[in-house]
């Protein structure tokens, strides 16, 4: 049976709340010391699960109005909310941060815009990649294994990351330039 799309208790809603409600705990245990955690590495690896099970839950009950918003602002929480706290701790560079959080305002304000007039505007693979990678940036930082002898990886991913969310906010301009075009 498909959600009504005007509807807000959802099972895939609640759990993106809860990530929203979760996100701070994350950065309270994030260590100063840079040599990672076992919790947060935890934490951080429930939160990015939960974001594949809500989505999950959402294509097969149907994605609702209130999701589509409520998901994505979870995921900026979430992934700009950490890295605010490793540019912090100085594990993450502020500059590459910097990019991908205007990167991030950026689109979200193009959606919202969007919205007002009735387009909407998914998230393209290149987007969900992006995504993943600065998860895996984030998961690299607070992994005992990599964030005290191999703070590299951590380092290369959030690179790696920055270089996915420019390529994906590039190609949402190009779609919104052509769309313009058209109009």
């Known amino acids: 049976m498909a959600t009504d799309p005007n509807a807000i208790r ?6 993106t ?6 996100s701070p705990l ?4 994030i260590p100063d010391d840079n040599v990672g955690s076992w919790a947060a590495t935890g934490l951080w690896f429930v939160l990015c699960l939960s974001d594949l099970i809500d989505g999950n839950l959402a294509r097969r009950q149907g994605v609702t109005r209130s999701g589509a918003f409520l998901d994505p602002l979870a995921d900026k929480v979430c992934v700009l909310g950490a890295m605010f706290v490793l540019v912090d701790r100085g594990m993450f560079s502020v500059w590459l941060v910097g990019i991908i959080a205007t990167r ?3 689109i979200s304000l193009y959606r919202v815009f969007a919205g007002a007039k009735g387009v909407s505007v998914p998230a393209s693979k290149a987007a969900k990649f992006k995504t993943f990678a600065q998860q895996v940036a984030v998961g690299f930082s607070v992994l005992p294994w990599s964030a005290a002898d191999y703070n590299y990886l951590a380092k290369g991913s959030l690179v790696i990351a920055t270089a996915l969310t420019l390529y994906s906010g590039l190609q949402y301009a190009a779609v919104a330039v052509q769309a313009r075009k058209q109009a």
């Open 26 to 29: 994350m950065f309270a245990i």
């Open 104 to 106: 991030e305002i950026a």
């Open 17 to 22: 709340v809860s990530r929203l409600l979760v």
């Open 10 to 15: 959802t099972w895939a809603n609640a759990i």
